[in-house]
Each structure stands twice: as C-alpha cells, then as structure tokens.
C-alpha cells in the first residue's frame, strides 16, 4: 500500500510565496512521475505541474515562471515552490504520484491566497 501524505500551504497574501510537500509512503515500486493537482470550488481538478523519474517538468501555463516542482532522487518527496501568488490560485492542492502498482493520491491541502 502506497500513502501520500500533502503538507505545507495554508493563507498567503496575494504576491507573497509558500511551499507545499508530499511525502510517499508504504510499498514503493518504480515510481516514474509525480505531479501536483488543484481543485477550486465550483471547478474541476486541474493539472499543476508534474516532474518525470529523469527530471523532465511541466507547467500549467497559468502558473509557468511562478511554480517550480522538485523531487528528491528516490521519488519518494515532492515539493512545490510557488511564488507570486495570485487569489486564483486558491485551491486544494493534491500530490500525485505513478508507481508499477499504480497512481495514487493524497488527501490534499488548502492554500488560500488573500487580496
């Protein structure tokens, strides 16, 4: 069993920066990508950015030159770095990641931006 446990976030003021983590836990296999998700209210969950087992990133375009994703060599932590953040960023952010077994979730956590 694979656990993803999201940590981090909370309220920002509009422009200022925080950083959200996931760790993963449990039967590890093979992990090959991770990726942080978000979901406003009234909307669907939308990609964030993702980061590949060789490093490859990619970003949504409302948050590229803002967000940075990272993870560490064993593909066990990924953090995401957001800066200049805007209300519309306001979300529950979900960690992601794919493994042999499967993909999984974490439970998410809020980051509120303030105007």
């Known amino acids: 069993q694979v656990r993803l446990v999201e940590s981090g976030g909370g309220l920002v003021q509009a422009g200022g920066s925080t950083r959200i983590s996931c760790d993963a836990s449990g039967t590890i296999v093979s992990p090959t990508a991770m990726a942080w998700y978000r979901q406003a209210p009234g909307k669907q969950r939308e990609l964030v950015a993702s980061i590949a087992g060789g490093g490859t990133t990619d970003y949504a375009d409302s948050v590229k030159g803002r967000f940075s994703i990272s993870r560490d060599k064993y593909m066990r932590t990924s953090n995401l770095q957001m800066n200049s953040l805007k209300p519309e960023d306001t979300a529950v952010y979900y960690c992601?990641?794919?493994?042999?077994?499967?993909?999984?979730w974490g439970q998410g956590t809020q980051v509120t931006v303030s105007s």
């Open positions: 992601w990641a794919r493994m042999r077994q499967g993909a999984y």
